[in-house]
């Protein structure tokens, strides 16, 4: 019982002096710092109150996300590890560790806290979103897992839909890839990203009318080359040579025609 109270006292004085050493922080100071985007004289701020042997997590993350912001991803990850070795299972520090790793170039560090939020959280979109992004390669077969996961958790979010999609399409399994970009649209119908990327898969599963329609929508607001490609295509296989011809010799004027448009032409 005396152990006990012994342990419950010693850690209300600890409470106390941290609240106290809070309060020295000169909040509105603090508050002109994040607003004006000086984020290092910030860190430095904090650091001259609260000294160097700071032993609180949340302490040490705000000072690590000050450094992070400021670009300076060595102390970021010096006070992030410092606030790991306190809360090793905080989701927000471990995400913060595997930014600054995937930034540096150490794409094996990141995945290792990755790995720890998937161990904590195994429904966390984010983190599976974040994993696919670490491999460059879309034939990699650990991209197309994440992908999936994540687009299984949140089947809306764009970009996982469109890196998906182009996966899908490299595997040529375009139906997967059409499903996909089309569920995403749904719920973001002005993503003109998500309808370019649907045009030449639209176009492989002879789906040219829909091509036809979406694709001349896109031209009245952006001139894109690959789009009137796409569309010009869809042209010529409904056998609509004229309108074909028209945007051929667009791609012509514009110095983008190649082998396969000429062809076409």
Same mark, same amino acid.
Do not use: W
């Given at each position: 019982m005396k152990r006990w109270l012994a342990s419950l006292v010693i850690m209300l004085c600890c409470n106390a002096v941290f609240s106290q050493t809070a309060n020295l922080v000169d909040k509105e100071k603090l508050f002109d710092f994040y607003q004006t985007q000086r984020y290092a004289?910030?860190?430095?701020?904090?650091?001259?109150?609260?000294?160097?042997?700071?032993?609180?997590?949340?302490?040490?993350?705000q000072i690590g996300y000050c450094y992070l912001m400021s670009g300076n991803n060595v102390d970021a990850e010096k006070f992030y590890l410092k606030a790991y070795s306190v809360q090793?299972?905080?989701?927000?520090?471990?995400?913060?560790?595997?930014?600054?790793?995937?930034?540096r170039g150490n794409i094996d560090k990141a995945k290792l806290?990755?790995?720890?939020?998937? *161990?904590?959280?195994?429904?966390?979109? @984010?983190?599976? !979103?974040? +994993?696919?992004?670490?491999?460059?390669? #879309?034939?990699?077969? &650990?991209?197309?897992?994440?992908?999936?996961?994540?687009n299984k958790l949140n089947p809306l979010e764009g970009d996982v839909a469109n890196d998906l999609a182009d996966v899908y399409?490299?595997?040529?399994?375009?139906?997967?890839?059409?499903?996909?970009?089309?569920?995403?649209?749904?719920?973001d119908t002005g993503n003109i990203i998500l309808?370019?990327?649907?045009?030449?898969?639209?176009?492989f599963l002879k789906k040219y009318n829909e091509v036809i329609a979406s694709g001349e929508k896109i031209l009245s607001v952006d001139n894109d080359a690959y789009v009137i490609k796409d569309?010009?295509?869809?042209?010529?296989?409904? *056998?609509?040579?004229?309108?074909?011809? @028209?945007?051929? !010799?667009? +791609?012509?004027?514009?110095?983008?025609? #190649?082998?396969?448009? &000429?062809y076409y032409t």
């Open positions: 004289d910030a860190a430095n701020y904090l650091r001259t109150v609260y000294g160097e042997d700071i032993t609180d997590a949340r302490t040490l993350s090793p299972h905080s989701l927000p520090i471990l995400f913060s560790l595997a930014s600054i790793n995937s930034r806290y990755y790995g720890e939020i998937v *161990k904590i959280d195994s429904n966390n979109f @984010s983190v599976y !979103k974040s +994993l696919a992004n670490l491999f460059a390669s #879309n034939k990699d077969s &650990l991209k197309l897992v994440y992908l999936v996961k994540a399409a490299g595997l040529q399994e375009r139906e997967k890839a059409y499903k996909v970009l089309n569920v995403a649209i749904a719920a309808k370019k990327a649907l045009l030449p898969i639209a176009n569309v010009a295509k869809a042209y010529y296989f409904t *056998k609509n040579y004229t309108k074909a011809i @028209s945007l051929f !010799k667009l +791609l012509e004027v514009m110095g983008l025609q #190649n082998e396969a448009t &000429l």
